[in-house]
Structure formats: structure tokens, C-alpha cells
């Protein structure tokens, strides 16, 4: 794809400010608040991995599947509120080989880049091919879901090297509400290919409630059972050893008055272009939040595409452990079978297996209710 110079908008600079005009904070978001950022795909080498993008080391770099070039893409997600209002790259591999080979020139290099936020297209950008530095793009319209496309390419001396090159990557903007700087910097978790998982953020629309909840504070300094604080909580649910068609997941915890509504949580897991909500119908939204412990795809029941498991702890008064198994064809999940509780009382934890298309619960501590050991037929609803 070739794009004329002149219809490339002009809006790449090399410094930025550190605060907003109105006086708001910003910082790196990938390194303050939870993030995830994800890459088109990733060349078919083990030691170049996708995470390099944003590991800080200008001598690695995220590499494209080969031949994904023009149409390879990176996309950035800031969580719990945040927003973007500028990107930062490097538009090639900025590293040098062990006999002090320049990676810069040998690879491919990105002259120009495509910009949606939250799913709006904002234009094209132009790149300085011969800045070796992060350039800087500002966003016309600031958001929480940034992708930025490949649109042009400047192949590198070295022709059998095909593939898009970044070696580090930052997002710079605004942090939630009553941010506070984590006590290390945080690191943003890095997938490969497209996610259907919850777009844009689903915790957005807490800012302008909580804004009104803070003005109607001010106004109400003698009321009465005042409304309690907004807030939710989105967390990416990570695959361990992931396989098609599983794409990744969302938990949303929320809750609209933070002193009168009891909390709510739901579980979204995507997968390829379906998702499904995990909600009262397979029992899961409950009264407090919920945690995530792990999700693993494993091949579980002969013939298809393998199965997803996933753990999380329920915050109740048994802090009770659980799973769940979802398949994709047709794509459902089994009702949650508990695998530890009891803590107010006599706490048992158990060892799950899987064995012939079934969960098999081994005691592990304390004593189980009735019912809870041996095997448990896998029922999808």
C-alpha cells in the first residue's frame, strides 16, 4: 500500500510535555497501571519474543511473522480508567548484531503508521526513517484502546529479512482517579494475534460517575446515608500454554454505590470471534468479588479443539476455590465446581485432576463436604 506524502498527517513530534493543559498528571502508562499490549503475530524464531517491545532494552525488538509487513499491527490497552493521549516508537530493530552488525538499516523499517482509538480511525502518520530514537505520536482524540498499523514500508539491505521491527514501545497519558504510583514499576502483559474480549475498556463509564459522585460530595456535607464511591476493576484473564480458539477473557468486578450495592463480578472469555459472559445462569455473578487464579487450555475430551479451564477464588465468608471448563464447538461452559472452602469453620482444600472427560477431586487438607470428592461429569451448558 502506498500512501502520498501529502495526505500524511503531520503529527509526529520528538519531545512531550509532562502535564495537560488542565493540570492533570501523566506518565507512562505500560510502567503505572495495569495494561495489555498486543501484537499481530510474531516471527517463528523462540529467542525473539513478543514481549521485547516493551522490556526497556533497545537491543531487542518485537519482529512480525515474516512477510507481515504493511497490515502488521500493535495495539495498547490501558485499564481501570486510564487514557491515552500518545504513543511512542521506534520505527525499526535498533539493536546491533554480535559482530556489531546495524540491525536499523538491515531490517525493515516503518516510514509510515495507521491510528484507531477505540475502534476510530484518527489518520495516518509519517515516520523519520533515519531517527533511531522514540518518535512521538500525539492523538488527535485521546482513548483507552490505541492500535497503530503498519501502512509503509521501507524494506532493509538484508532482503531476506521481512519482517516489522519495534524495539520498544511506550504510552504516555493520564492515570485513573486517585492514581498512586506503584511501588515498582509494572510490567504490561504482552499477546499475539486479535482478542474479542471486552472493547473498549468496560470500566470507562465509572469516570463521569465517580465525577458526580465527588461533586454531589461537596454539595452534600450533612447529608445522610450518602451514596458510597463507585469503582470497577478489569482484568485480562492471561492463558497459560494458549491454543486456538481460546483468545483471552475479561473479569469485570463493579459495583455503582461502593456503600449500598453488594459487588458484582462477571467473567467474559473470548473465543476466535465469540464470547461468552459468565453470569448467573452458570452461577458465577455473585455478591463479592472474585479473583483469578490461573486458565490453562488443555485437551481435556477427545476430538476438537482443547478445552479451557480456568480457577478463581470467590472473596466469601468460605473463600471458596474454584473451576470451570468451557469448550468451543459448541461453545459453553460447566456450572463451577468448588475445590476448597470452609475457612470460617473447617477449611479443606482438594487436588483436581482430569481423567476421562471428567474432574477427579483427591483430598488434600482438612475434611470435604459430602459429595465433594472423586469424579464430577463435565456438564456444559
Known sequence: ??????????????????????????????????????????VANKTILPAHLVDQDRQTAW??????????????????????????????????GPHHEDYFTMNPRIAAVTITVDGSWQGDVALDLEQRDLQTIKLKKPGALVRIT????????????????????EAWGTPPPGFAA????????????????????????????????????????????????????????TIADRAAPWAG??????????????????????????????????????????????ARALDLIAGGAPELVVRYREHDRDNADRLLVCRATPFSCTAPIATSGGSDGD????????????VVLDAATGTPPAGVLGAHALVFK
Not at 78 to 95: F, S
Open 1 to 42: 500500500m502506498i500512501i502520498a506524502r501529502a495526505a500524511l498527517i503531520a503529527t509526529v513530534v520528538m519531545t512531550a510535555l509532562t502535564a495537560r493543559a488542565d493540570g492533570a498528571k501523566r506518565v507512562e502508562l505500560l510502567r503505572n497501571v495495569p495494561a495489555t499490549v498486543r501484537v499481530s503475530s510474531r
Open 182 to 237: 506503584p511501588a515498582k514499576p509494572l510490567a504490561p502483559s504482552v499477546e499475539v494475534g486479535e482478542a474479542t474480549a471486552i472493547k473498549p475498556d468496560p470500566c470507562a463509564y465509572v469516570a463521569p460517575m465517580r465525577r458526580d459522585w465527588e461533586r454531589h460530595q461537596d454539595d452534600c456535607a450533612t447529608c445522610v446515608d450518602r451514596a458510597g464511591e463507585p469503582w470497577c476493576d478489569a482484568i485480562a484473564l
Open 347 to 358: 477449611p479443606w482444600t482438594t487436588t483436581p485432576r482430569f481423567a476421562r472427560g471428567q
Open 63 to 96: 519482529n512480525s511473522r515474516t512477510g507481515d509487513l504493511v497490515g502488521a499491527w500493535i495495539e495498547v490497552g490501558a485499564q481501570g480508567g486510564a487514557i491515552i493521549d500518545e504513543v511512542r516508537l521506534t520505527v525499526g530493530h535498533t539493536g546491533t
Open 150 to 169: 503498519v501502512a509503509k514500508i521501507v524494506p532493509g539491505s538484508k532482503a531476506s529479512w521481512r519482517e516489522a521491527c519495534v524495539s520498544e514501545l
Open 249 to 294: 477473557g475479561t473479569l469485570v468486578c463493579k459495583a455503582d454505590d461502593g456503600t449500598y450495592d453488594p459487588p458484582t463480578c462477571d467473567l467474559t472469555i473470548a473465543a476466535g470471534d465469540e464470547t461468552i459472559t459468565i453470569d448467573d445462569g452458570h452461577d458465577l455473578v455473585r455478591l463479592h468479588p472474585l479473583e483469578l487464579i490461573d
